[in-house]
């Protein structure tokens, strides 16, 4: 025990040798701070900001796929809707698809439903297209294609409907 204390009054008379041994302490404590090691160190943390990442052309490309994805849609919309009207005025059948026009509809009732739907299929791909989400915007060009499909579908069943009632 003795030995520690030795040692601890050793230290405390070496650190009042080397400060200087008439140092006084002030009276009041100052406003400025004098620290020169904050002053001449560098600052070495990082800067939080956030860039922007930069943006990528949408392109004509994709433009042009999203014009011809419409395209297909139409022409196959023409499609079954002639196909349509001529199995309806053969009496062949009724429209099957009957959302907001019935079952015996006129070709225009037949291309607005088929318009607005059409419109509501490609929103999503217009969209990601505008907001340059790339990885969103081939997976939406699938919709209008889909439907494009079914119109092909439809006129087809009618043709055959057509064909056997002229057997």
């Known amino acids: 025990m003795k030995t520690i204390v030795l ?5 405390l008379v070496s650190l009042g ?34 860039e922007k990442p930069p943006v990528k052309p949408r392109g004509k490309k994709k433009l042009l796929a999203l014009a011809g994805v419409v395209a297909f849609a139409v022409a196959a919309d023409v499609y079954d809707v002639r196909e349509t009207e001529k199995g309806l005025k053969a009496g062949v059948a009724q429209e099957d698809y009957t959302w907001l026009v019935g079952s015996h ?27 340059h989400r790339n990885e969103l915007y081939y997976g939406f060009l699938s919709a209008p294609v889909v439907y494009g499909i079914k119109h092909i579908q439809g006129g087809n ?6 064909q056997e009632v002229g057997k």
């Open 7 to 11: 040692a601890a009054l050793m230290l």
């Open 17 to 50: 040798i080397s400060q200087g041994q008439n140092a006084e302490l002030p009276d009041a404590p100052s406003a400025v701070m004098e620290a020169a090691w904050a002053q001449n160190t560098p600052n070495t943390r990082p800067v939080l900001s956030y």
């Open 105 to 131: 509809p006129s070709a225009r009732a037949l291309y607005a439903r088929d318009s607005l739907v059409l419109g509501i299929t490609t929103t999503p791909s217009v969209l990601s297209y505008i907001f």
């Open 157 to 162: 069943q009618w043709k055959n409907l057509l």
